[in-house]
DNA sequence: TTGAAATATGATAAATGTTGTATTATTTGT
DNA sequence: ACAAATAATACAACATTTATCATATTTCAA
């Protein structure tokens, strides 16, 4: 029960398009290099990123891609379920069989999408340009550090 | 980002134990058939819940697996993780190479690690007994409700 | 002490999923 | 028309999950 690498690329992608000048189209390969991802496996990524209207994509001479929406606007859930598909629990726990046509019913599923929603709330509750502030002033502060 | 098929047994499997009366041996084929369970697959799990001190296995005639603690002191995390190991987080997400040294650092990791315990604290706010009563009662209402 | 009943251990196979590459379109600006 | 960029797929390598099986080892009891 984790994240995927995938994932991570994703997320480390749409950071760097979040700290981006507005409207600035970036190429692929720049993301690519930029944040050590494989070029070709980040193609696909932001493939899925483009089908889940995160990122606009442009073809052609002059093209790249930049972010869809504003980067306050979008969440790392919505950046990891581009990627990973909807997180959700496919089975029910205690009945492999279905009982009364409903399968998704046990009190153990009920506890397991409680504590997935207690995730995905955390997940939504930043945006991604409260992230990237959040991590400059994280740099900052240890380069001061450093320094000293 | 979702449970294994192994980590749904296992749960299945404990569940099954905990409403058995207490120090009943209950053979590994019982537990598989009950719980439509692979017999194999689930004597692999069952190894692991054991070397995890959550079950107590009898080998020779007569023998067979029990809860080693009371039902009343097992959670759902115990079992999950016994199966498919510690929850955890293990790479940074915004900087693929170190920085200063720490790679646990940067806020995404954080909002993460975050979400992450919440998820946990839900998975070891109740017992198994407490889920084997819950689910009584569940089951117990569906049938009431079929019968009208 | 022998035999049958049960789990322990570990090897291995099959299926699936993740990660990554490559190739061939297709679009776009000049 | 050409070059530059993404789109769309197919595919390969690798890892993990999901099993299965064979061979110990332990245990009880006749």
Known sequence: MRLTLAGEYAIRAMLFLADQPTDRRVQISEIA?????????????VLKLAKNQLIQTHRGAGGGVKLLRPASEVTLLDVIEAVEGKLSLNHCLVQAQEFCGRT???SVHLIWSVAQSKMIEE???TSLAELVIAN??????????RSK
């Open 33 to 45: 290099e930029t944040g050590s991802i494989p070029e070709n496996f980040l193609r696909n990524i």
């Open 104 to 106: 998704e019913w046990c």
């Open 123 to 125: 997940l939504t509750a």
């Open 136 to 145: 400059k002033q994280r740099f900052a502060e240890t380069v001061c550090y």
